[in-house]
């Protein structure tokens, strides 16, 4: 089986993590890679259809949808929003990315387009997040978590 295909949306002012998460990958001594099918530069328009066509041909690409959820997350409904929209809709199998730590679905900062519809929530660490993009199946319905067994068996 190959890399998994995933696109991670984030809000802009969590591009920070999205970058350490691109740090990982390319650390030889993390076990942490996956297939970024992110844009590969900054789109310099203000044309929102042209925006989001490219954003579309990306998430169509992947198999994931790694939504990072920060502090304002939820309240991003132009783009942030509409990505995730786009990836439920194309069936992607999401992984929602809890900055803040948490290991289940926080209700202040996760947008309500995520509640129950079949998301594994995660904290923000590479061990756990390459444990999700390996082992996970998209599921039909509810906010799903990981055992405590399997944040011990990766060492937390």
Known sequence: MGLPRAFVGFSSTDLHYY??????KAN?????NFTDC???NEIKSED???IKRKCRERINMAGTFISLIGQDTKSKYKYVRWEIEVALEKGCRIIAVNLDGS???????CPAILKNTGT???PFS????AYALENWEQKD?????YKDWVYQSLGY
């Open 141 to 145: 319905s509810e906010n799903w978590i």
């Open 120 to 122: 594994i929530f995660v």
């Open 126 to 129: 590479p061990k756990i997040i």
């Open 38 to 40: 992110q844009l590969r």
């Open 28 to 32: 030889t001594n993390i076990d942490f």
């Open 103 to 109: 290991r289940q679905m926080n209700p202040n900062t």
């Open 19 to 24: 970058r350490l998460m691109q740090a990982w």
């Open 48 to 50: 929102e259809d042209y």
